[in-house]
C-alpha cells in the first residue's frame, strides 16, 4: 500500500512568486493536514481539509492557502513568497474527520531566496 | 503557539542506555501521542495514549500521562543507535478543532 506521497522534493523559489505543493493521501483517508516545520523548529498547524472542505486553519496570513480535490489529494498554495516562508511543508493524512494516528509523507522544502 | 512542550530540547546517551523524554501541556486533551522523525523529514506514529489511560507500552517504548499535571513521558529501554532522531509529542483536544497540536521535539542522539 503506497504511503502518502507529496511532490515535489524541494522546491526553489524567488520572494514574491508563489508555490504549489502537492499531496496524495493513502488510498481511502479522506483527510489531509498541512503542518509548517520551519529549521529546527516543531511542527505548525496549517491546513486541515476533509471530504473537500476546509476544517480549520492555523494562525497563518490568507496568502498561505489550499485546497482538497474529488479524489481527497490536496494542493497547497503560498502566494507572495516571503523569505521567511523557506521550511518543510508537512502533508499528513488519516481516516475520518477525526483520524486519531496522522500519516505523513516526507514533506517538500520550500526555499525562498 | 505550541500546545506541548518537550523537555529536554536535547539528550546524548550510550547505546544501550534508556532515553527519557517529557511532554507538558496547557489545555484539556482526548489523547497525547508520540511521533518519530529522522533527518528531517517525515513523521512515524509510535504510539497514542488515551486522556483516560495512564501508562502503555508498545515493544521497547514506554508512555505514561498524568493528566492532573498536563505531562507525559516517553521512556524508549536499551537503546540503539537506529532511535537517533527527534520526537515529538501530540495533543488532540478536547474542542472540535480536531486538529493535532505538535510541540518543539527532542533530538536524541544514541552513540554506538
Known amino acids: 500500500e503506497a504511503g502518502v506521497t507529496q511532490s515535489p522534493t524541494h522546491l526553489i523559489k524567488t520572494r514574491g512568486q508563489q508555490a504549489t505543493l502537492r499531496c496524495s493521501p493513502i488510498?481511502?483517508?479522506?483527510?489531509v493536514y498541512w503542518y509548517q516545520q520551519a529549521l529546527g523548529l516543531g511542527l505548525q498547524f496549517l491546513l486541515w481539509?476533509?471530504?473537500?472542505?476546509?476544517?480549520n486553519r492555523g494562525n497563518f496570513p490568507p496568502r498561505f492557502s489550499g485546497r482538497q480535490f474529488p479524489n481527497y489529494s490536496s494542493e497547497l498554495n503560498v502566494n507572495a513568497l516571503e523569505l521567511e516562508d523557506s521550511a518543510l511543508y508537512l502533508c499528513a493524512s488519516s481516516f475520518g474527520i477525526w483520524g486519531e494516528k496522522l500519516f505523513f509523507g516526507s514533506g517538500t522544502q520550500l526555499s525562498v531566496l | 503557539s505550541q500546545q506541548g512542550e518537550e523537555d529536554p530540547q536535547a539528550l546524548s546517551i550510550q547505546e544501550g542506555e534508556n532515553a527519557t523524554m517529557n511532554c507538558s501541556y496547557k489545555t484539556s486533551i482526548n489523547n497525547l501521542q508520540w511521533y518519530r522523525q529522522n533527518s528531517g523529514r517525515g513523521l512515524v506514529h509510535l504510539i497514542l495514549?488515551?486522556?483516560?489511560?495512564r501508562e502503555k507500552h508498545s515493544g521497547r517504548l514506554r508512555v505514561t500521562l498524568d493528566t492532573s499535571k498536563k505531562s507525559s513521558s516517553l521512556l524508549i529501554t536499551a537503546s540503539r543507535a537506529a532511535d537517533t532522531a527527534s520526537y515529538f509529542c501530540?495533543?488532540?483536544?478536547?474542542?472540535?478543532?480536531?486538529?493535532?497540536?505538535f510541540g518543539s521535539g527532542t533530538r536524541l542522539l544514541v552513540r554506538p
Open positions: 495514549i488515551r486522556s483516560n489511560e
Open positions: 481539509y476533509d471530504e473537500g472542505e476546509e476544517r
Open positions: 488510498s481511502g483517508h479522506t483527510s
Open positions: 501530540a495533543t488532540g483536544p478536547m474542542d472540535s478543532s480536531y486538529k493535532l497540536i
